[in-house]
């Protein structure tokens, strides 16, 4: 299992304006993470972040449409869809499969009656999505996550690729084994956009809430692993940048 380096930095922190131009009136950050597992240092460290960040400017979260509930990385952004609820200056953006009549992020325990319903992608954009997988990840990505999470992983691409943030956040499972990477949603959109969209930094958040900026990463397990190595391409393909 994946664990937080011993003697590890006390956590910073984030900041996604480093080198970044955004727009003055908004911040928009897309949150990803685990669906069960979250613990208090991640939501204070991702919380803190969110608040200082926004500072004057409107706040815009993202996210694939989970439910709002106990544990999962959306446990973390309960604060905003209240705050958004009430008028303050911050807008949630939940998106979903297509054709779905986004009613899932409503069947969690958390923030009862205060969620919107999510906008599902379009049937375009969810084909954008795989075809940036397929040419980013391999040819056998979609067999690798398996038919369960195939269509969540898409989504997720699709999602990064047509509303694109400001900054990303992801709320880390560190407990991650090699044998889980390759249907690892959130490693898969890190491998397919954080890299070769450099200009969208991706703040991963651990469990103790210590936070690592994009370069960090590479002191994670997966990192340096090849997607042949990860099982998102065959071996006889074209090899790429992993």
């Known amino acids: 299992a994946v664990k937080a380096r011993e003697g590890a930095r006390r956590p910073r922190a984030m900041d996604p304006d480093d080198g970044q131009d955004f727009e003055e009136d908004e911040l928009h950050c897309r949150v990803i ?8 240092e991640q939501k204070q460290a991702v919380r803190e972040f969110l608040r200082n960040k926004a500072g004057k400017r409107r706040l815009k979260i993202s ?15 309960v604060p905003f869809v209240e705050d958004a609820h009430r008028g303050h200056p911050v807008s949630v953006l939940p998106r979903c499969l297509p054709d779905h009549d986004g009613s899932c992020t409503t069947r969690g325990d958390l923030a009862a009656g205060m969620i919107r319903h999510a906008d599902p992608v379009s049937q375009e954009e969810f ?5 940036i997988l397929t040419e980013r ?24 690729a047509s509303s694109e943030p400001h900054a990303v956040v992801w709320i880390y499972d560190d407990d991650r084994s ?21 200009h969208v930094p991706y703040f ?3 469990k103790s809430g210590e ?10 397990p997966w990192y340096h692993l090849s997607h042949e190595q990860i099982g998102w391409r065959s071996m006889a393909g074209n090899s790429g940048a992993s």
């Open 211 to 220: 936070v690592l900026e994009t370069h960090e990463a590479e002191r994670l």
């Open 33 to 40: 993470g685990m669906n069960r597992g979250v613990t208090e």
């Open 178 to 198: 090699h044998d889980q990477f390759a249907h690892w949603a959130c490693l898969a959109e890190f491998k397919a956009f954080a890299t070769v969209e450099s």
């Open 127 to 131: 084909m954008a999505g795989f075809q």
């Open 63 to 77: 996210w694939d449409g989970d439910p709002v509930r106990s544990g999962a990385f959306t446990e973390v952004i």
């Open 204 to 206: 991963i958040v651990t």
């Open 137 to 160: 990840l391999g040819d056998t990505w979609h067999r690798a996550v398996g038919e369960d999470m195939q269509h969540y992983v898409t989504l997720a691409a699709a999602h990064r």
